[in-house]
């Protein structure tokens, strides 16, 4: 019975993605429902209600060793870290536990857990902002709670990452294209083998100050377009950020590197549907026979992840369409759609003219253009701009950036401290 309960609450815990791989059947009913409704035991009936994350409960402990920051212009993606960091342990039998922070450091892990094993960890990836009179700004936490959790309250969790950003903001460049890319990462911690749902997680939140994606300007990219490999499959994991999904990417990846290309433009099926860019979405320009441009991104379903970003690029460039708030560079006549797009169209669209922009979206780089994508032992050759950059690309990544750093006032920009008074 105990084991059946554990089932179905951790099954709750990691993720509906994990649910599918890991949960019996029979009790996926049980896993999909909301966290917060109270759920009955599969043996007795009985409703259990274990505690959530309460932002109200943090303890912190301040580091007395805080180390010594580095010149922004040293900063490398994803190699420094800030001071502190934020832990909320869970379980089975016990619910969301206190939530801590504390000096930055190693975590203390059982070799049989469950992360080393059967790759139990789902991560997310955002951004903090410091403007020149300190106030701190995330951009669009709601949306990183909404794609990482099915289990617990995010705004707790975002509350509590407030704190974290707030205590560490010394450690966010005020330069500009910097900020603070803040990682939220969720483990399997029981102490066993065996593939089944974890009865134990950890859940921690680590930060790293970083520089512009591109230091020295905006550099078109190389995509090869991949048919040997995939990155998600129908029915399988790819919308959601399991680190499962990554690991494998790493040798297509080294694989294009070594033909001259940076990053994979990732196909699927036998007509070469376009899927995602590395890791980012995709997003195409083709200009229609009337002049009117239409930006394309491929639909969200099991194999391409929902962006953050690309739901922004596309709110705004459908707000620019519908002549609700204007765009500099984006075209007059825009459509904007969610569709499906095979390697025939794009190559078609090349051969008549009609290829605007291709780009990638994603948090840390925002904008990726891309300039040349291998092809069946061909180049297509894609048009970017003066600046690296083409108008559409620049004309979302300029607002984008001018609402994450506060000069743009938009509610996708959450402060969180409380503005200075002078
Ligand atoms: C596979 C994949 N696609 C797309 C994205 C872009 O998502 P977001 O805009 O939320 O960063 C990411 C990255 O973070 C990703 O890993």
Not at 26 to 31: E, K, Q, S, W, Y
Not at 161 to 189: A, N
Request: aromatic share 6%; with cysteine.
């Amino acid at each position: 019975m105990a084991s059946l309960r554990s089932l179905a609450a951790s099954t709750r815990a990691l993720s509906r993605a994990a649910i599918r791989r890991t949960a019996l059947p029979a009790l996926t009913p049980i896993a999909t429902r909301a966290y917060r409704q109270p759920t009955r035991d599969v043996m007795t009936g009985e409703l259990i209600q274990l505690p959530d994350i309460d932002a109200s409960l943090l303890k912190v402990e301040k580091n007395t060793k805080p180390k010594t920051r580095p010149p922004s212009s040293k900063l490398v993606f994803g190699h420094t870290f800030t001071d502190h960091m934020l832990t909320i342990p869970w379980s089975t039998a016990t619910g969301w536990g206190t939530p801590e922070i504390k000096p930055y450091g190693p975590l203390e892990l059982d070799p049989s857990s469950t992360v080393f094993h059967y790759a139990f960890t789902l991560f997310e990836g955002m951004k903090a902002y410091r403007q020149e009179d300190g106030t701190v700004r995330l951009f669009r936490p709601d949306k990183n709670m909404a794609r990482m959790n099915k289990t617990f309250d995010g705004e707790q969790l975002t509350e509590l990452i407030k704190k974290l950003v707030v205590l560490d903001s010394e450690w966010i460049p005020k330069e500009k294209g910097y900020s603070l890319y803040i990682r939220p990462t969720l483990i399997g911690t029981q102490n066993a083998l065996g593939v089944g749902p974890s009865s134990d997680a950890l859940l921690f939140v680590i930060c790293s100050p970083v520089g512009p994606y591109y230091a020295s300007g905006f550099k078109p990219v190389q995509l090869l377009a991949t048919t040997k490999y995939v990155r998600a499959a129908p029915g399988g994991t790819g919308g959601y950020k399991l680190g499962a999904n990554y690991a494998p990417g790493v040798v297509p990846q080294a694989e294009a590197a070594k033909e001259g290309y940076s990053q994979n433009l990732w196909l699927l099926g036998d007509e070469h549907m376009l899927t995602e860019v590395g890791t980012m979405n995709l997003f195409v320009a083709i200009e229609q026979p009337d002049g009117t441009v239409e930006l394309v991104t491929p639909p969200l379903d099991d194999i391409v992840l929902p962006g953050v970003t690309r739901d922004s690029v596309l709110e705004l460039a459908r707000a620019h369409a519908r002549g609700e708030q204007k765009i500099p560079g984006l075209p007059e006549k825009l459509k904007v759609t969610e569709r499906k797009m095979v390697m025939k169209e794009l190559t078609e669209a090349e051969k008549n003219g009609t290829l605007r922009e291709v780009f990638g979206t994603g948090t840390a780089a925002i904008v990726s253009p891309v300039d040349k994508i291998g092809y069946e032992g061909r180049d297509i050759v894609i048009p970017t701009g003066p600046a690296g950059l083409g108008p559409i690309a620049k004309g979302v990544l300029d607002t984008i950036v001018g609402i994450q750093t506060g000069e743009i006032e938009h509610e996708w920009s959450v402060v969180a401290n409380e503005p200075k008074t002078a």
